[in-house]
């Protein structure tokens, strides 16, 4: 796996990679491919990251994960966490994308991280302590160089929460989207709107959230 240009400077590239490397080597059917699992990290680069999606692990399903959180290849039906992410949208801002298809958003400096980046087919969340969560600790203190939004879903996700340092950031955290806790917090938490509401007080472009693959 090929580092991400401008995150190889971290020290999880050179100290915990290669024995993740090591330890996939002998397992079979991992998702997302190879070439696609730093997909987020290389769209986003830091200065150009303002807000920060913080997903769990890859979608199990072969042929949905493509390296970037929640989201799917545009042929793809919703998965079920996503669709409910775009009925909060429609509630929140009144639309949603034609797919499931979200690198548009990370185009607009939205990283759509995974605190795993794979996962072995059928079996989501065998990778959770593969190593992975070293690189998402130092991600999140690396952006917390200056204010940005970090958007976290669930209490994984909210597990991380203490690695982003200063007290500039929008932190929104509330229930997970999935379909077993999308109505205990999630729903109705206009997430979409909040964090453009934010961007324009930073000074910043808002998020074309609804838009398509540039």
Not at 84 to 109: V, Y
Not at 175 to 187: D, E, K, T, V
Request: glycine letters at 8%; proline letters at 10%; aromatic letters at 8%.
């Amino acid at each position: 796996m090929r580092p991400p240009a401008d995150w190889q400077n971290l020290p999880f590239f050179e100290h915990d990679l290669p024995r993740i490397e090591g330890t996939l080597v002998d397992e079979a059917n991992i998702l997302p491919p190879a070439d696609q699992r730093f997909a987020a990290l290389d769209a986003c680069p830091p200065e150009q990251t303002r807000v920060v999606i913080l997903g769990q692990d890859p979608y199990p399903t072969p042929g949905h994960a493509h390296g970037f959180a929640f989201s799917v290849e545009p042929e793809v039906p919703l998965p079920r966490s996503l669709s409910n992410i775009f009925k909060e949208m429609d509630a929140d801002i009144g639309a949603h994308p034609a797919t499931g298809d979200l690198r548009h958003w990370a185009a607009q400096g939205v990283l759509l991280l995974n605190t795993s980046l794979t996962v072995p087919a059928g079996q989501a969340g065998a990778h959770a302590k593969l190593g992975w969560s070293a690189l998402t600790a130092q991600v999140l203190a690396s952006l917390s160089d200056r204010p940005r939004a970090f958007l976290l879903w669930g209490k994984h996700a909210q597990s991380f929460a203490h690695h982003i340092e200063g007290d500039n950031h929008l932190i929104l955290a509330t229930a997970h989207p999935s379909p077993l806790s999308a109505r205990r917090g999630f729903f109705g938490s206009r997430p979409f709107s909040r964090i453009n509401d934010w961007l324009m007080t930073q000074g910043q472009p808002q998020i074309d959230w609804t838009g398509e693959v540039p």
